[in-house]
């Protein structure tokens, strides 16, 4: 195999592999903050529990004000070398917005395995309430972010690969 088309694929590999390091650190910052308590359920903060758009754009999870924080906080976080470099394209976008959602699925089952009160042992839907909708082993967001970040990835190195395609030619 070329050695030319393998590289993308250590960058995309390294990358990940950062975004879990990443991941890492921020579900051990969480498990500090939350300690039993998921999903902010203990923190002093506004949550609106039922809405109908909570069902569609937060898998029936509340809202609450720790989270409308947290979360654009980690987007504009990974959007930094787009501003530092001052380069933006869709491609890059799309490999932006894989990595968020790669770090919140690793972050939010680090959360469960390193959490003392958690482990991998009640990593289920009894366990585990905020989680309204489970697909086998694993809630149902894991299994579509899973997808969309993959699809998100493979369509920010398609400029990479005609790139090297035409170049060769």
Not at 82 to 87: A, E, K, S, T
Not at 151 to 168: E, K, P
Request: charged fraction near 15%; glycine fraction near 6%.
């Amino acid at each position: 195999m070329n050695a030319r088309v393998l590289v993308p694929c250590k960058r995309t590999l390294a990358l990940v592999a950062w975004v879990a390091l990443l991941g890492f650190c921020f579900a051990n910052v969480e498990i500090q903050i939350e300690g039993s308590a998921g999903w902010a359920a203990n923190l002093p903060t506004w949550r609106v529990e039922h809405h109908w758009l909570l069902d569609i754009f937060w898998g029936g999870r509340p809202m609450t004000g720790y989270h409308a924080w947290v979360f654009p906080f980690v987007a504009l976080f990974f959007h930094l070398p787009v501003i530092f470099f001052g380069r933006w394209s869709w491609r890059i976008e799309a490999r932006v917005v894989a990595c968020v959602m790669s770090f919140w699925l690793i972050e939010d089952f680090l959360w469960f395995v390193l959490n003392p009160a958690f482990g991998i042992a009640r990593f289920d839907p009894v366990h585990v309430p905020w989680h309204k909708h489970w697909i086998g082993f694993a809630p149902t967001d894991y299994w579509t972010m899973s997808v969309a970040a993959l699809v998100l990835f493979q369509l920010s190195r398609l400029h990479d690969q005609s790139a090297r395609r035409s170049s060769h030619e």
